[in-house]
């Protein structure tokens, strides 16, 4: 299914578990073949996947008890020298502890934009809100993300 590696990164942001993302995204590929029948009368082949992934998931993590936590979003590496490595680990790790700070439902929702590239309206129906709500959340997140990195780096404090 071309959904199932945004499927399995999206289960990876919630549970930060390879192993047991993978799992999640193979029940939900069975669960979208047992319900096959219903595919031509779905708008969005990939927001009603992603609805699943998301709804597995949160039922994996109420069954066992899991703490929930955002995936990293970018591993420093590459052709970078070892100061541009230490810059980018910082930053990374500014950044998530700023964004450990959200609520899981905004977490997600910015996810959902920025990592997955998801649209507003695939977003909103993925976590049954209105657009409007997506929008003023990302943005009101962005501003939030922008001033706690901004304070963490001209007084190396968060908050």
């Not at 929702?109 to 049954?128: C, G, K, N, P, W």
Request: net charge negative; aromatic share 8%.
């Amino acid at each position: 299914m071309p959904a199932s590696e945004k499927m399995y990164r999206y289960a990876l942001s919630i549970l930060n578990e390879p192993e047991t993302a993978h799992d999640v995204v193979q029940d939900c590929l069975v669960k979208i073949w047992e319900n096959r029948q219903k595919l031509p009368e779905i708008k969005s082949l990939e927001s009603w996947a992603m609805r699943i992934t998301r709804n597995q998931c949160y039922d994996w993590v109420k069954t066992n008890r899991f703490s929930v936590s955002v995936h990293k979003i970018a591993e420093p590496g590459g052709n970078q020298s070892a100061d541009q490595q230490l810059l980018v680990s910082d930053q990374k790790q500014w950044f998530e502890q700023v964004l450990a700070g959200f609520p899981q439902k905004q977490k997600e929702i910015f996810h959902l934009r920025e990592v997955e590239e998801m649209t507003y309206q695939e977003i909103a129906d993925i976590l049954s809100l209105s657009i409007s709500d997506v929008k003023v959340t990302l943005h009101r997140m962005r501003e939030k993300i922008r001033s706690s990195l901004q304070k963490i780096e001209d007084y190396g404090i968060a908050n």
